[in-house]
């Protein structure tokens, strides 16, 4: 799966929370149904676990600013929820840690 264009596709099509303060809501209010981490996530709890409040979590290799880049956005992106895929196959990443 091209994970650059999954998450595009989710990002116009789906529902999805930027940010770790949100994605960290998100996850505690059951609403995500996956989270993506960037290497470089302030936050060690959501790197080290493979699930953050039962909700998956999909580590990406890249830094924060590779990630805001592979969503097509101008800003770095540390952590995002996703919500609804929207017609994006996103939801099948594996989340291993």
Do not use: N
């Not at 650059?4 to 999805?16: E, F, I, Y």
């Not at 993506?36 to 998956?56: D, M, T």
């Not at 979590?57 to 592979?70: C, F, Q, T």
């Amino acid at each position: 799966m091209d994970l650059a264009h999954a998450l595009k596709v989710a990002l116009q099509t789906g529902k999805v929370k930027v940010g770790l303060t949100e994605t960290i809501e998100s996850a505690r209010t059951k609403k995500a149904r996956l989270i993506i981490v960037a290497r470089s996530c302030p936050e060690k709890k959501l790197v080290s676990e493979r699930f953050y409040e039962k909700v998956p979590v999909y580590h990406y290799e890249g830094s924060a600013i590779e990630l805001g880049a592979a969503c097509g956005r101008p800003f770095p992106i540390s952590a995002l929820a996703i919500l609804e895929p929207g017609s994006s196959a996103i939801l099948s990443l594996q989340t291993g840690g």
